[in-house]
């Protein structure tokens, strides 16, 4: 991520990182054009993958809880779009963000240029996360979802099957 990128503002393959700062759901780093001083803050697209599969999900989760298998009203479904579009909107936007200032090939800047604030980021699971990709970030809540339900049926299981339902009363 710590690497070159081509600045919107004056063209030029000279936007490098200075700061990695954390924020509550993910972190940004800070960068900087050395040609025209131009900043501009950048998330990883992991965390932005991450914010759109949770949006995503939990406006299935919504969905399911209000409306179930009727069709909502018209004034619902726009205030349901409205207020659900929030989270996945400015993970695009952000995702967008990333993907226009784009990466510089072959850059004189060494790609794993150690980043000032990097030392006081604490080692959050967010930052495990960050290292794993557009992709990556997008499919661990999924995992997260899917490893939980699944543990709560194993244990439903074990429950019905070896204690006759009296392993929780
Ligand atoms: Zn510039």
Redesign the pocket.
């Known amino acids: 991520m710590p690497t070159l990128r081509k600045?919107?503002?004056?063209?030029?393959p000279?936007?490098a990182p200075f700061a990695r700062k954390m924020e509550p759901y993910n972190s940004v780093y800070h960068y900087k054009?050395?040609?025209?001083?131009?900043e501009v803050e950048l998330v990883p697209p992991a965390s932005s993958g991450m914010q759109l599969s949770v949006g995503l999900m939990v406006a299935a989760a919504v969905w399911f809880i209000f409306f179930g298998d009727n069709m909502p009203k018209l004034s619902s479904l726009a205030i349901y779009l409205v207020v659900m579009a929030v989270v996945p909107g400015m993970a695009l936007y952000k995702l967008w963000k990333h993907y226009s200032y784009g990466v510089v090939d072959n850059s004189a800047s060494p790609a794993d240029m150690e980043v000032d604030d990097t030392k006081k980021i604490p080692k959050s699971p967010i930052v495990w996360v960050e290292k794993r990709g557009l992709l990556g970030g997008f499919l661990v809540p999924v995992l997260l979802v899917i490893v939980v339900l699944g543990a709560a049926a194993i244990l439903g299981y074990i429950n019905y099957t070896y204690f006759d339902d009296k392993l929780f009363s």
């Open positions: 600045c919107t503002q004056c063209g030029e000279t936007l054009c050395s040609n025209c001083q131009h």
